[in-house]
């Protein structure tokens, strides 16, 4: 197996040029790869990355342009993005809900979704020391602000909300900002917090959300448009969690946590398992991209 990585490129002020010069820069990549060997199978990590795709292959990816980029945002990666998947053999996505927006398709589609474990020994609720975290990286679209505000209108005295994935970012009462983390350190955190906090304006997957109930988080979250698979797992645990009134949400997961919670959330975030979806792999993505080839 060969990795073939598109060379870094710099922020950009839209998401149309964002998304050219990415598309850009995995043909490149992909190009200079090809030249070296010719694979039996390509596999595109988005669709981003198939857009100029020199040679076709089958499509990974967990949201679509129809569905994230509305308006002048997605201009001209909407229509290229149908084209491109009317042209795919096989797709790939983390979910069923990322296909929304992708119309009717000739290609075959095997769900594989992302693995998600616990990143460590699970840490019992009154041994934790934070009381709410949240991952913040594109902190418009997840919805920080809001985030912010709410927790300024619930916390009480002594409780801290972290807040991850932002440089730049203030530390105020009750607010403590880590910026960047690695991952080991990020989940460390996760597993130091009772709640995981968060407000998006739209949730293309919601990974950082499973991470955080695999971890012991209980998920408070408002409503959110996009394939956001914990909002509904979320919900099922704990209906009172899941609303408009984050504030409200926030305290009542602090207060009044229901028992079973973290239990249940542990045996939901057993599908996401490694071991399940290298089963996947195995027994139904690898023969297909064999037949695709």
Avoid at 174 to 203: C, D, N, Q
Avoid at 211 to 220: I, M, R, S, Y
Avoid at 244 to 256: F, H, Q, V
Wanted: net charge positive; proline share 7%; glycine share 6%.
């Amino acid at each position: 197996m060969r990795l073939a990585r598109a060379a870094p490129q710099r922020e950009l002020r839209t998401f149309a040029l964002t998304d050219f010069v990415w598309a850009r820069a995995a043909r490149a990549a992909a190009r200079a790869a090809l030249e070296q060997a010719r694979p039996d199978a390509v596999i595109y990590s988005t669709v981003t990355a198939a857009l100029f795709a020199p040679l076709p292959g089958a499509i990974r990816f967990d949201a679509l342009a129809a569905a994230n980029r509305p308006g002048r945002h997605g201009i001209w990666q909407r229509p290229a993005e149908l084209r491109t998947l009317s042209r795919a053999r096989l797709l790939i996505p983390w979910s069923a809900a990322s296909l929304d927006g992708a119309g009717e398709l000739r290609a075959r589609v095997i769900v594989v979704p992302v693995a998600v474990e616990p990143s460590g020994p699970l840490v019992a609720p009154g041994d934790r020391d934070i009381a709410a975290i949240t991952y913040a990286a594109n902190p418009y679209k997840k919805g920080l602000d809001r985030v912010l505000d709410a927790w300024r209108a619930a916390r009480r005295d002594r409780e801290e909300l972290v807040v991850a994935g932002v440089d730049g970012l203030a530390s105020s009462d009750g607010i403590r900002s880590v910026g960047m983390l690695a991952p080991a350190e990020y989940r460390a955190l996760l597993r130091r917090a009772r709640l995981y906090v968060t407000a998006p304006r739209r949730e293309d997957h919601g990974l950082a959300q499973l991470e955080a109930l695999a971890d012991g988080c209980l998920l408070v979250s408002t409503p959110a448009p996009g394939p956001y698979r914990a909002l509904e797992l979320g919900r099922s645990f704990d209906p009172r969690l899941i609303g408009d009134d984050l504030a409200g949400s926030i305290r009542t997961a602090l207060d009044d946590p229901r028992s079973e919670y973290v239990e249940r959330a542990l045996a939901a975030i057993g599908a996401y398992a490694l071991t399940r979806i290298d089963a996947i792999v195995a027994n139904e993505l690898l023969p297909a991209l064999i037949e695709a080839v």
